[in-house]
């Protein structure tokens, strides 16, 4: 298999809120291109991570490095410039009511670019094509469905093109037709821009669709209890526990 650079490494981290520790001694990368699943039962800690992961949060203990640096001790200037190399879906798509699409694309652009009108138009353009929304741009999230929302939300995580895009929960309420959609979407963006991607879902088609790797977080030992491909997990799981999250929907 020819050998990734590392694009994120998580090293004994331990989240916690006050005197209740979350997750303790997680430790896992992620190599440049891949797609890496955050994956576990209910308030195990997968949005914990995912926030921690983005800065909105800091750990008890341990470091995240981007590229090598260290994410968790770097200055807020740091901090800021490897923020700019992340995008980030949230679970509802934190759309802008008020703005249309391609205003609510054109944001981040606005906020951290000095792209002309015309130029800012042009982005926005491309960004919602690639999400299949060429033709939309005039529209307001409240005039398209749930599917086209979250493609919109995607289109705006992308428009500075991010080395890296986190997504939250992405098909949660979603139709089936709507959530593999969104899926293939996902491997397309990986494969034509070659961005990292890391998904936190509980959404098994998703996990086998996407994943090449899974990291499942542990209630019980409240830490990693299985890192790994979710088909090879499913052939040979750890514990009785990463078996029934991953075998759920057919008990």
Not at 168 to 186: F, H, K, N, T, W
């Amino acid at each position: 298999m020819t050998h990734k650079r590392l694009h994120i490494e998580v090293n004994d981290l331990t989240m916690a809120y006050g005197s209740f520790v979350v997750m303790r001694d997680l430790d896992f990368s992620v190599k440049r291109g891949e797609i890496v699943i955050i994956m576990g039962g209910s308030g195990c800690g997968k949005s914990t991570l995912l926030r921690h992961m983005i800065g909105l949060l800091d750990p008890v203990k341990g470091d995240i490095l981007y590229n090598g640096a260290s994410f968790t001790s770097a200055d807020q200037i740091r901090r800021d410039e490897i923020l700019r190399t992340f995008g980030v879906l949230y679970q509802n798509g934190a759309l802008w009511s008020a703005m249309t699409l391609s205003e609510n694309v054109a944001l981040p652009l606005t906020l951290y670019t000095k792209l002309s009108d015309e130029e800012m138009s042009r982005v926005v353009s491309v960004k919602l094509a690639l999400v299949g929304l060429s033709g939309f741009e005039e529209f307001y999230p409240s005039q398209i469905s749930g599917g086209m929302r979250k493609r919109a939300a995607l289109a705006r995580a992308i428009a500075l093109d991010p080395e890296i895009l986190f997504f939250y929960e992405p098909s949660a309420g979603l139709d089936p037709v709507s959530s593999r959609r969104l899926d293939d979407l996902i491997l397309e963006l990986r494969d034509s821009l070659g961005t990292t991607v890391v998904v936190v879902t509980h959404e098994l088609q998703s996990i086998f669709a996407i994943g090449d790797r899974a990291v499942y977080l542990d209630t019980e030992t409240r830490t990693i209890s299985a890192l790994g491909s979710p088909n090879e997990l499913l052939r040979n799981p750890p514990n009785e526990r990463v078996h029934h999250f991953l075998t759920r929907s057919s008990e």
